[in-house]
């Protein structure tokens, strides 16, 4: 009876030591999956450029490249969503000419 007791107390006690474990597991998986699925927005997240009637995808890149403008403008960083209309027209703008003096750069050194 003894050797039952034993064993009875030996589970026990081990599952003393792996309950907490496996609680602190939880919020660090958690904590994973909430930054992949904010990862995967920014991913599909898309902005409509009324001028130019085209599309954005709006990824680490144009995140660069729009605080390099509010940089140029001297102006402190601020979502891209919580600009007025005015000021999001004058960044695609900004930024489709941009593109056309790169594309410039690159065939000038080719």
């Not at 599909?44 to 680490?60: K, S, T």
Request: proline content about 2%; overall charge negative; aromatic content about 12%.
């Amino acid at each position: 009876m003894r050797r039952g007791n034993r064993w009875v107390a030996s589970v026990f006690l081990s599952a003393a030591f792996i309950v907490p474990v496996g609680a602190f597991a939880i919020p660090v998986a958690q904590d994973q999956d909430d930054h992949e699925r904010h990862e995967q927005r920014e991913r599909d997240r898309r902005i409509y450029d009324r001028d130019n009637r085209d599309y954005h995808n709006w990824d680490r890149q144009e995140d660069q490249n729009y605080r390099r403008w509010l940089e140029e403008r001297h102006q402190s960083y601020v979502d891209y969503d919580r600009l007025d209309a005015r000021d999001q027209r004058e960044y695609w703008r900004w930024r489709h000419k941009e593109t056309r003096h790169e594309e410039h750069e690159e065939h000038e050194h080719h």
